[in-house]
């Protein structure tokens, strides 16, 4: 997965399953690849942002203070406070952060010379749902203690007799389930987001490259699909950092609940 | 935002609670197909029952996530 549309060119055809795997930099045995780099530089950006927009915080806010403001304030009272009420604002640093991140990262996608967001790597999802996983269990244990903790979570109320019917699809649901969808679903959705601009960019150069004008001038066709399907997957990037974290807070919400 | 915390929140609140009922009903319905026709599988792997036991634990399965989304959002 090449970033630029003339080293994409370059590449072979068609496109194998060692496309996937993004080449290792400075041959350090490949742990150091291109979406390292994007998570160290989104890292950096965010820190950066936040340090900037509260140091030294006015009442009548600058401009950057009042971007970094909009962003917290959304999470605690678009996110936090409707989930999980005014216990939620304690978790409000963890969904701004979170927000951020997913967002800021999923835009490279469509950001030129990076182009590929580090969510279309399952890797980086995977670790994304597994920080909110122990988040939301440890809420929940910490509350209830293991034993009651468990027991809401998988025993529904319902008739004794049906309850072994049950019991194993809340479990499978509660504790298989929601990490697996939370980690795919941004995956899915970034890397096909990815593969349908691709798609759309290179089928352009491949129809230039054909021996016809009439099937020549389709490439520009394919290329105006391109640009529309960016603004597309400009509304893909928001939503899925949103979903993602409101999940998370549904998920803590749900184990924090006394009873179903 | 600070002068009325009453009106957001509760916009807030239907949007969030209207995805997240979705997402719990998806989630169980697939739920239970997997667990219940996993377990079917293994059935028809013990005693070579060609796929009937699957068949039979996905249908349960279904019936069994129907339940519990009906039980948790019916009330």
Same mark, same amino acid.
């Given at each position: 997965?090449s ?15 060692? +496309? ?16 390292t780099?994007?998570? &160290? ?20 806010p600058?401009?950057?203070? &009042? ?18 009420? @005014? ?9 701004? !952060? ?14 030129p ?8 790597h ?14 939301f269990?440890?809420v929940?244990?910490?509350? @209830? ?6 027991? !809401? $979570? ?16 809340e479990?499978?649901s509660t ?5 697996v ?12 987001? @990815? ?14 490259? $054909?021996n ?8 520009v066709?394919? &290329? ?5 399907? !960016?603004?597309? +997957? ?13 999940? !998370? ?7 924090l609940?006394?009873? @179903? | 935002?600070?002068e009325?915390? #009453? ?5 807030g #609140? ?15 319905l ?14 028809d792997?013990?005693l ?24 948790r959002?019916?009330?």
């Open positions: 997965m970033s630029s549309g003339a080293g994409l060119l370059a590449s072979e055809f068609p496109p194998s399953v060692e +496309e996937f795997f993004p080449p290792a930099l400075f041959g350090l045995d490949g742990w150091l690849t291109k979406f780099i994007f998570a &160290w530089v989104a890292v950096g950006v965010l820190i950066v942002f936040f340090l900037a927009a509260s140091r030294n915080p006015k009442i009548v600058t401009r950057l203070q &009042w971007m970094g403001e909009s962003i917290y304030g959304f999470a605690r009272d678009g996110i936090a406070v409707p989930n999980l009420g @005014h216990e939620g604002v304690k978790f409000a640093p963890y969904f701004a !952060t979170l927000f951020s991140f997913i967002l800021l990262t999923n835009l490279f996608s469509i950001v010379f990076f182009q590929i967001s580090p969510n279309a399952i890797a980086f999802p995977i670790l994304l749902a597994v920080i909110s996983y122990v988040i269990n440890y929940g244990i910490r509350k @209830h203690g293991l034993v009651k903790y468990v027991k !809401t $979570a998988v025993v529904p109320n319902a008739p004794w007799y049906i309850l072994p019917l049950l019991i194993p699809i479990f499978f504790f298989i389930v929601r990490p969808t939370l980690s795919v679903r941004l995956f899915a959705n970034m890397f096909a987001g @990815h593969m349908i601009l691709l798609v759309f960019t290179l089928g352009g150069f491949a129809l230039l490259g $054909a016809a004008w009439y099937i020549q001038s389709i490439s066709l394919s &290329w105006l699909l391109a640009i529309v399907l !960016t603004f597309l +997957e400009a509304l893909v990037i928001l939503l899925q950092a949103y979903v993602f974290v409101v999940l !998370t807070s549904s998920y803590i919400q749900g184990a609940a006394e009873e @179903h | 935002m600070t009325s915390p #009453q009106r957001p929140r509760d916009d #609140q239907d949007h969030a609670t209207g995805s997240n009922t979705g997402w719990l009903a998806v989630s169980y697939i739920a239970g197909m997997a667990v219940w026709g996993f377990v079917g599988w293994l059935i792997r013990w070579h029952t060609g796929g009937a036991a699957t068949a039979v634990g996905i249908v349960i399965g279904a019936a069994g996530g129907v339940y519990l989304v009906v039980r959002m019916g009330s």
